[in-house]
Nanobody, 125 residues
């Protein structure tokens, strides 16, 4: 069992930055690939970024590539999402999730067994 708790969301102006954190319970955190997803009102949950167990491999959705950076600290059981150059279209609830395996090509939600409660990010224009 893994419990995930996100933090770091808030209101920011377009062009600003935020860093989201996802703290995990349990000693098995380092075994999991991790990912960030987001869900805007009236839209489906969408993939944002993923990272393998060691942090050595990452992959991003085209919409955030070059602006967002995913990272992890296994000693702290935490995964991060640094978000720069934020746009109003980045407004959403952001969720972290475990992944059964790391993949550059498969980004569906069905291989995520554990999810956080989400943190709201609002970008004003």
């Amino acid at each position: 069992q893994v419990q995930l708790v996100e933090s770091g969301g808030g209101l920011v102006q377009a062009g600003g930055s935020l860093r989201l954190s996802c703290a995990a319970s349990g000693r098995t955190f380092s075994r999991y690939a991790m990912a960030w997803f987001r869900q805007a009102p009236g839209k489906e949950r969408e993939f944002v970024a993923t990272i393998n167990w060691s942090g050595g491999s990452t992959y991003y959705a085209d919409s955030v590539k070059g602006r967002f950076t995913i990272s992890r600290d296994n000693a702290k059981n935490t995964v991060y999402l640094q978000m720069n150059s934020l746009k109003p279209e980045d407004t959403a609830v952001y969720y972290c999730a475990t992944r059964r395996y790391y993949s550059d090509t498969y980004h569906e939600t069905d291989i995520s067994d554990y999810w956080g409660q989400g943190t709201q990010v609002t970008v004003s224009s």
